[in-house]
C-alpha cells in the first residue's frame, strides 16, 4: 500500500459518502477526496474508474451524461436510493471497527 | 430489478463494444482534462502538468480493461475466447481428435444401445398396479398343448383347475390364467379387406383386474364376459392394432371385426406399453375371453375337464399372507385335483408321488419373458464387451489428453509468466476436455440410435412388430455421458493442474537437451501404463471372439441329420381359411399333387411340424412285449408326414423303408421310428416288423414299423437327439376315412434341383391356385430357418467379433499416438544420440524396445484375466474348451502383429530424425 492510498476496502464507502451531498464527475471526486482529507488520501484514476464501474453495476449510483462547470461533457454520478442504504450500514460497520482498533490501540 | 439492468448493460457491452468503448474513451480524456486543468491551476507548467496527469492515470488501456472486466460480459467474452482458442487447438492437430472423438462416440453409442435392450428385455417392470405383488405359477416359460401330464407339469394347467383357483383364489387377492402361447388369428375388419394374420391372447375373466391394467379408453374384459362357453365375442385390441390396421378409429369401441370368422364386438383399446403379461416376440394384439376358445384356437372342446393342458396361471397376492402360506396352499389344490383324477384306489407310492408335485411361486414384477431367457447370458457378455470397449476409448481420450498436457507445459509455464492466472489455464484445460466428451457425446447420441435400431432387427429374427422400443434408454445414455465427461476431466485437468501448481522457473530454464526435456520418465508412466491396460482388454476380447466364432461354426457345421441345402420349409395353416377336419385329407392331397409337379422341385412333402422345430405334437406310447419301468415317460415326438417326406428332407433311412404314397388311408397303418427309438425300446436290434400303439384320439393302432430314420435335431441345436416317430398323414384319418382335427398339416418341404429362394415365387404361385385364401405364414431355406435357432449364438459371437477388431483398432491407436508423441518429444535427444554416433537401426531399436515391452507386458498380464473370463462363459461353448490354446495363440499373435505395426512407424521417424533440425529448434 502506498503512502497515499486509501485504507483499503474503504474506497466505495468514501465514494459513496463523497456522493451523498451533491451529484459529480470523475476527477471533481478525486479532487473533494484529496481536499476533504488535507492530502491524505489521494486517489488515482486507476482505482477510482473501475470501483465507479462496479458500483454502478451493482446498482449503487448511476451515471448521466452532463455539461460540467468549464462547459465540457462529463459524466456525472449519482447515489441511488441502494447506494444510500449502502452508505449508512458500510458508515456504521466503519465506526464500529474503528472504535475497536482506537480501545486496542490505547488499551 | 437490477437483475435486467445489469444483463442490458452487460448485454451492451457485448454487442455495441464500440459505443461502449467511445464513451470509456470520454470518460477517461474528460478525467485527464480535468486532472490538467486542475494541475494548471495550481501553478504547474503546461508539460509538466500533462505528464504528472499522465502518470497518475498510467496506461489507458489497463484502465479500460479493468474498467471493463467489473461487468459479467467480460468473463463471457473470455469464455469464448478459451472455447475459441481450445477448439482452433484441436482442430489443428485433426488426426487425433478425429480418433479421440470418434472412440468415444463408438463407446458410448454400442454401451447405449446394449444397454437398452437389455433394460427392455430384462429389466422392464409391467406397466400395471403394483408389479411387486404379482406372482407367476412357475416360470412359466413353456408353450403349447399338453395332454396326459400331471397338473403343473411345463407350468401348465387346465381349464377347470385354473377356473375353480379363479373363483375360489384361497389367500391370494386374485387368480388369473392365460392361454401358454398366442395363437395366430385371421382378423377382417370390413366386408372387403384382406385378411390379416395376428396374434390373439386368450384370457380369464379377471385377467385385466389381477394385473391392474387400465384401458387406454372402453373397457377390458370383465369375469361377466368369461362366464359361459361361446357367448360374449369380446375382444380387446392392442394400440398397436388400433393405430397400424384400424387407422386409429376414435369410434371403435363397439364396432365389430371378423376374427376366424367369427364376429367379435370390440370393447377396448390398451396403453401403448401394455403387451399382456407374458413378453413375446410378437406381441398379442388381440385379448379374447377364454370361453371363446373354440373360435380362437379352430380346437372344439378345450375347456373339457382334465383334458387339455394349455393355460398358465398368476397371481396376486396380498399383505396379508406370507409366501410360504402362498405355496403350501398352491400345493395342496394341485394335490386335491390330481387325487380326485385318480378314480377310488390309488397306490401309495402314486400317492407319494402326488404329493411330491409342486409348482414354483415366482415373482413377476418383469412378467415372464421368453426372449430373457434365450437372450439373458448373450445379453450379459455382450454388455461385458461394450464395457470393455468404452474403457478401451476411454484410455485412448486419457492418452491424448495426457499427451497434450505434457506438451503444453512451456506454454503454460510462458503464460504464467506472463501474468495469467492459474485458473485461466485450468480453465482453458477444462474446457478443451469438455469439447472433446461433449463431441464424442453427441455423435454417440447418433450412433446409439442407428445401433438400437440394428440390434433389434437382429434380435427380433426378422419379425415385423416387437415390443421392443428402439429409442435409447435415457438413463443409460446419461451414464455412459457421465463416464466419458469424467474421464475427460480426470485426464485432462490432472496434467494441468499439476503444470499450473508448478511455478514457471524450472520448466522454462530446463535445458532442453536434457531427457527430463520431455518432462522426465515419471511423467510417461501414466500413459504406458494406459498402453498395457488397452492391450490386456484387446486379448481378452479377441479370445472371446475367437471362442465364439468357433462356437459358432462348431454349432452350423454339426450333423443335423438330413439334407441340408436347397431345401425350402413353409409354414401354413388351412384352419385360417376357415377349413374344416373333413375337408383336410383332400386339400392335403391337391396340395401335393400339384407342389410336386412345381418346376425345379425334386420332391415335395406336407408334415405337421417342420424337420427342426421347437414345437412337437407328442403322445404316449405302448410297445406289445416291453414293460416300461415305472415312471418311464412313454411319451414321443410325432411327426405326420406325407408319402415324399424322407425324400424331401433327405432323412436317411438306416433299415427297412421309409414312408411312401403308397400308405394310405385304407392300407396298413405303418410308421418309422428313428434310431434313438431303437436303442431305448429295441436294443437287440429287430425294430421292423414290430407293432406299437399310439396314443391318438379317434385313429386306432396298432401301427407297424417299417422302417428306422437317422436321427435328426430338434430345437436347440446343444441337445441330444430326440425320439421320433413318423406316421403317414393320411392315415391320421377318423374310422371311416374322413379327416379329423389331427389331420392337418401346418409345414411344407421342397427339395429344389437349383437354389432353394428360386422356387419361392413359384411355391406360393402354386398354393394360391389351390386355394386363394390359404396363408401362407413363412416361407424360409432350410438355412434360414436353421439360423433362426441359433440366432443368440450368431448374435454374440458376430457382435464379439466387431467389438474385438473395433477394441483392437482402438487399442492399436492408441500405442501409436503414445508412441510416436514419445518419439516427438524425445527428439532432441534422439538428435544427440545420433550425432554422437548411433545407427538409425540402434535409435529404432530403442524405441522398438520400448513397445515391445509394453506388448509383452500387456500379453502376459492379460492372460490369466482372459483364461479367466473364458472360464466364466464355458456354458456359452460348444464343443470348445475354455482354454483351446490355438484361439490363444492366435489371438495373441495378432495383438502382436498390430502392435509392432503400430510401433514400427514412429521407430521408423525416430531413426529418420535429422540431429542438425532436431538440435537446432528450441
Redesign the interface.
Known sequence: MGQNDVVQGTLEMLILKTLALEPM????M??RIEQVSEGVFRV???SL??AL??ME???RVKSEWRT?E?N????YYMLTA?GRKALSDESETWNRQAAAIARIMEA | MRFFKNLARGARGLFRKESVEREMDEELREFLDASVADKLNRGMLPEQAIRAARAEMGSGNALKHRIRSTGWESSLEILLQDLRHSLRGLLRTPGFTFVAVLSLALGIGANTAIFTLIRQVMLHNLPVRDPQQLVTFGTSEGDGILGGIDLGMFDQFTYDFAHQLESQPGPFSGVAYYSSFPPKVSVRNGGAEAAVQVSASLVSGNYFSVLGAAPFFGRAIFPSDADAPNRSAVVVISHHYWQQILSADPAIVGKTISVNSTPFTVVGVMPEAFHGFKQELEPPDLWVPITMVEQIMLQPNMLTPRSFYFLHMFARRSTQSTLSADQAWLDRQIHDYVRAGEGATIAAARLQEIDRLTVRLIPGSHGVSFMRTQYGMSLKILMAVVAIVLLIACSNLANFLLARGVSRQREIATRLALGSTRSRIVRQSLIESLILSMAGGAFGLAIAFAATRALIVFVAEGATYTALDPLPDTAVLLFTIGVSLLAGLLFGLAPALHAARSSAGPVLSANTRTVSSGGGSRSRLAPKALVVAQIMLSLLLLVGAGLFLRTLRNLQGQDYGFERSRLLIAGFDARLAGYKPEQVPELNRRLVDRLSTLPGVRAAALSSTPPISMGSWRSSISIPGYTPQPKEDMGSPINRVSGQYFEATGIPLVAGRAIAPSDQAGTMKVAVINETMVRRFFPNGGAVGRSVKINIDAVAGPWQIVGVARDTKSGDPREKAQRMIYLPLSQIVGKNGEGIGDSFAYSIALRTSGEPAATIQDLRTAIASVDPNLPLLQVRTIQEHLETFMSHEALISRLTVIFALLALLLACIGLYGVMSFNVARRSNEIGIRIALGATGGGVRWMVLRESILLLVAGLLLGLPISLGAANMVRSQLYELSPFDPAILLTSGAVIAAVSLFAAWLPARRASAVDPMIALRCE
Open positions: 464527475h470523475g476527477y471533481g478525486a479532487l488515482n484514476p486507476g474508474l473501475p464501474a462496479r453495476r451493482a446498482g460540467s468549464n465540457r461533457r462529463a459524466k441502494r
